[in-house]
């Protein structure tokens, strides 16, 4: 396997649930030496998505390319291998409620006395203070205070609408790894460590922001944001199945009329330019989606093609799979684990030609690395032995 | 202002839109000098949004903290100039459809046999190959193919929905970042240059994957990654407004019961258990939110805190601006700019407590760093001139 770009840095990983894992599961795929510590009975996700052998698809899907130590950190043994371990570390990213880390005995002074260099990344739902931030955080609770079930409300009731993916935990994922490789970065150069404080809510705001709130940026000439907002709900229904197609500039109009053999509409004045078909857009919808009902979808997306109108099915989940673009660009792996047989991952996004960023191992079982780790610190085999039998190290292998 | 974690590095931003602008915003924020390069009739971002002295809100949503320089990329000179610029850059990020860079002079390996170490970065919508490589990017087409429409389909009658903000546009943004920042990283340790390659569909399929898709990675035991998205619909309507809440824990259903004058339901066999509310979500759902409805929003969210119920009121994205934990965390500022007046921004979500991210700089007005830039370059004060009055550079003040 080629080195990634993160090669040679180790991150202690601390988080649990979604925010924390895909983060550092990203830095992992990229390279870095990524140890999950958890408790004894593991972190909750692996009780959650499918069972393979005791370990579950959601728990895989956001902890592969790691490590996994499994510690009792109320034990003084059990600490002090951790510190031990922080010693060694680069980052270290924890996601508790705000003080529980102090009270594990691991909060930044601790820490930064251990190793003062390292990279202390606290992510929180809401912040360290405020009427929120001791309130356990819940996707939706996010989503309803940035703004996101305003964006998603019903154009007809008014009523907001939560969107059924948890784009907050998920944005935030991304955010914290490119906030931690920026201080990697500026700690290469400079040598100056640092604490990264990242909260879900800010995340949010700011990522809404440069389009679904730009509109109350210049004060005391806001506009209503949701305005311009229109144009994405392009769904279409035609004989077979759903499509999306969008026909914005003047050539993308008058190729679906032609598409749709309605060439009649090329000379009606109601949709002749892109303001006169924004002013007219519930008839042109109204006239369109008649049409497009007539047609099967892949006849139809043919002929759409050809008139440069951008278009594509509308893929359920599974359906995507099998597309030929998702196939030619890779995206779906299936990789032969020994243990799990075959799983799909998708590979990391982004496609470096010199580090490449690869799923490099699949999700590891409950303490799968304890005795490799404690090896590293140079406890002995017997020690290792102790510390398991005293419960202070703990393994569930697969079932 | 305090150096960001990006200090020292320069960003050549030939991108347009929203997926590259947001993209190098979030570097320039972190202390990266970003020059926006701009054909002279300036990018599409320029004419959309709120007109403030000819600088429009979507526009400096997508591209503060940068400089500009508008130059005719298709005259000779012009090409020059940039050329130049390259010599000078850490990373070039470009947007443009697959083979178009080339076309105008900048491929990388033009640009690599000026810069050998510079980070070569091409976001596109769709990979460079492939039946939609050609397409011009809609959001909603990259939402279509990704699986996003479909987690968003009505429950009732099974149609798709768009999501109504461009998820895919700014996940590929802050992917993006990363990316780069992690490349920066990479070469500033190993001198190790490379491309970077983007696509929107490859970012949302892996950023979909670990919750909304998970249920299809193990092969041959896949289940409906449908299944499971029911949590994320908890929309309430009390007397007043909206609310989230929600009552996973045992303990969390006790207090929501008692928050809402209902200890009767404690007894209630069908709500028992995690797993018995889970059966009966329904009848659960019909129960809670007939009494909800009772009570003003104010009321019941402090009874509903009070028992550790998780909660809050869902936000319309003005109404944030006043929200307490909003203002608490300082995340909408405000900069008074000289020539736009008071301007509401988000700052950048993570909090370096070293090298601070922040706004640096409203977005430039068209070519208004030409000057200086040139300057730098080495040319004069009278090629400068010459260069402007022949259309090489240009430069639109504000008006």
């Known amino acids: 396997m ?7 840095i180790r991150v202690l990983d601390l988080t649990t649930m979604v925010s924390g894992p895909v983060a550092t599961m990203m830095l992992g795929d990229q390279g870095a030496d990524v140890i999950k510590i958890e408790p004894p009975a593991g972190e909750l996700m692996r009780n959650v998505g499918i069972d393979n052998r005791g370990m579950t698809s959601s ?5 592969r390319s790691k490590r996994s130590l499994c510690v009792d950190l109320k034990t003084p043994e059990g600490l002090e291998a951790v510190r031990k371990l922080v010693a060694t570390a680069d980052v270290l990213v924890q996601n508790f409620r705000p003080g529980a880390i102090d009270r594990m005995g691991l909060g930044e002074g601790t820490v930064r006395a251990i190793k003062p260099d390292i990279i202390y990344v606290s992510i929180s739902g809401f912040g360290e203070t405020g009427p929120y931030a001791d309130q356990r955080v819940y996707d939706p609770v996010i989503q ?3 703004g996101l079930a305003d964006i998603q409300a019903d154009r007809d009731t008014g009523r907001p609408r939560m969107v059924r993916t948890i784009v907050p935990d998920k944005t935030t994922s991304v955010t914290a790894a490119q906030a931690i490789t920026a201080a990697l970065f500026a700690r290469e150069r400079t040598g100056q460590a640092q604490h990264i404080r990242l909260a879900m809510l800010d995340t949010m705001v700011a990522y809404l922001w440069p389009e679904a709130s730009s509109a109350l940026s210049f004060v005391e000439r806001e506009a209503d944001p949701a305005r311009g907002q229109m144009g994405l709900d392009l769904v279409y229904e035609t004989k077979d199945r759903y499509i999306t197609a ?3 500039t003047d050539r993308e109009w008058q190729g679906m009329c032609r598409a749709l053999n309605r060439e009649d509409l090329l000379e009606d004045e109601r949709f002749k330019t892109a303001s006169a078909r924004f002013q007219h857009v519930a008839e042109r919808r109204e006239i369109t989606s008649a049409e497009i009902l007539k047609w099967p979808a892949d006849d139809l997306l043919k002929r759409l093609k050809a008139e440069d109108v951008p278009c594509a099915p509308i893929l359920g989940r599974r359906e995507l ?3 030929e673009q998702v196939r030619m660009n890779e995206i779906i792996e299936v990789h032969d684990d020994p243990t799990l047989g075959p799983v799909r991952q998708p590979r990391p996004a982004a496609r470096f030609d010199a580090t490449p960023a690869e799923v490099r191992s699949m999700a590891p079982f409950l303490g799968a690395d304890n005795a490799d780790l404690m090896a590293e610190l140079g406890y002995t085999e017997d020690e290792i032995a102790g510390l398991t039998d005293r419960g202070v190290l703990h393994r569930r292998p697969p079932a």
Chains 1, 2 share one sequence.
């Open 2 to 8: 080629m080195p990634g770009p993160l090669e040679g």
């Open 144 to 146: 309803a205070l940035c």
């Open 59 to 63: 728990f895989l899907c956001c902890n």
């Open 321 to 323: 799979l099998d597309d």
């Open 246 to 248: 969008g026909a914005v």
